[in-house]
């Protein structure tokens, strides 16, 4: 949730560390501060609100000058968001600052035995029992203080230290919250996200749970838990600086939708050789395959939409029951999970606590995991059997876009490829279905070209105090993210309902000019949902359909129409969302919302 950034080396470590943290502000960005040391001083600097304020309060770095520090950005949990509450926190004794992302579990009993130590707190969070910590543990070596605190500590914790006695060094720690070093020559960073390296430098070391460094200029010592060094691969960030910035666009989200025929593309026809589709990196035999009686999906958010998405297309090809479930719930389900379970794990920073605690679950049970990433050497990849990334390059804007599209893509191709290894399709409905998944990216291309009427129509809707989004079968799938987009970013309550759902109790929310979006990409249904708008219709509600180009038989039914070109609905998801995605934005910048830092909000939820 929150971001982390360090550096020690040459340069002024301030704007650096402002740098970073402006490049992780869609984690986090209710409060913000840096600490850096000079002349064996730690100097602190914290601001409530956005990083624009961190950089006028320290005049751009200029007012910390030092060649070492460590930086934060919050996105608060405990304690509300000022500035006593921001990172970095300061041991009583001013020798150590510390700034965390995740929480600590068990803060409130070592709080207690802290202060009754003589520790006095400042702030509300967690966090300032690990600063309290390293004082206490502290004998003139930072290792031996950082190995007793980090045994202290239950909880998610990704962890930058300083101190200064030991004025070059920088200490970091992994649990359960990611972290990552970036290698540097004479200089070294670290960050809980590549966006905020890739501007410096291109080889960086993945922490796994437990793991923890000293960092100098020159020198980087990774080691267990028990303090033995260990040797770490450096691996190659492929993410290239401009696709982490806005590249002209007003927001993230509106480059990050364009960008979804592209993103597309990287995920699938890498995927596709000689007319068939390889995915070497999940190649799962078909006798492991025959086993399986069930695939579960799980997820958070928009990633659980996409399982929503992607399960029609399963069952239909593959012809095997699918199940797509909450990881907030699935994890404390008791679930019915064994060895003949495929689990299907979709997330996009790959760093959600839920899902990563379904994963655990699931696989202590027996089933076998295959995730869905974007992030690479993320937690959720490293800890999956098989991952398959969905090779969308850097999302910024908290609302997810090429997210959801390459989940449901790889899902989709997921599909097709499982059909064929079972023989559950004949080879020409395989290759005329592979041709269609080849055409996504085409398509989406399409949808964007033929939607410029969208920022008109949200003139129209965006007072409305509510939504509703409905659809039947896939187009139902659709309308639950395309819900979710439009309150989180504009604000607007928005629900979506499976449009034969509504006589069963909505239809009495429906009044004059109610705004209802209704979703009519599926053929084999939509009479049907032609009938729930004529329902609706009756009953004063404005409705704008979402439809194919040249649907002549909505003309007569909605209000107004936005279009997706025609296709399969089996594989339409992933387009129809586009459209809505649109919806959503131009709805939210009409009523001046932050679009790419909704409220409350933050990218990564690696917190519970
Ligand atoms: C909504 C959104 C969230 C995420 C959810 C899961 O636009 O982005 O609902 O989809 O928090 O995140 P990941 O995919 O990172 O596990």
Known sequence: MCGIVGYTGTQEAAPILLEGLKKLEYRGYDSAGIAVLNDNLLAVSKVTGR???????????KNCPGTVGIGHTRWATHGAPTDTNAHPHMSNDGKFAVVHNGIIENYIALREELIQKGYHFDSETDTEVIVHLIEMYYTGDLKKAVIRMSARLCGSYALGVVCTDEPEKVYVVREASPLIIGVGVGENYFASDVTALVSYTRNAIYLDDGEFAEITPETIVVFNPAGHPIIKKISRITWDVQSAEKGGYEHFMLKEIVEQPRAIKAAIAPRIKNGDI?????ELTTEYLESVNKIVITACGSAYYAGCAGKYAMEKLCRIPVQVELASELRYNDPLIDEHTLLIVLSQSGETADTIAAMKECKKRGAKTLAVVNVVGSTIANTADYTLYTWAGPEIAVATTKGYTTQVSVLYMFALYVAKKMNRIDKEHYEKLLKILSTLPKKVQETLDMNSAIPALAKKYHNADSMFFIGRNTDYAVALEGALKMKEIS????????????????????????PVIALCCNESI?????SNIVEVKARGAEVLAVTFKDNQKMVPLADDMIFIPKMDAIFAAAVEIVPLQLLAYYVAKENGCDIDKPKNLAKSVTVE
Request: a negative charge; charged letters at 25%; hydrophobic letters at 40%.
């Open 51 to 61: 990083i624009a304020n961190l950089c006028e309060k320290t005049a751009d770095g």
């Open 278 to 282: 390889a995915l070497d990196e999940a």
């Open 491 to 514: 604000y607007i309550h928005a629900e979506s309902y499976a449009a034969g759902e509504l006589k069963h109790g909505t239809i009495a929310l429906i009044e004059d000019h109610q």
């Open 526 to 530: 939509m009479e049907k949902t032609m």
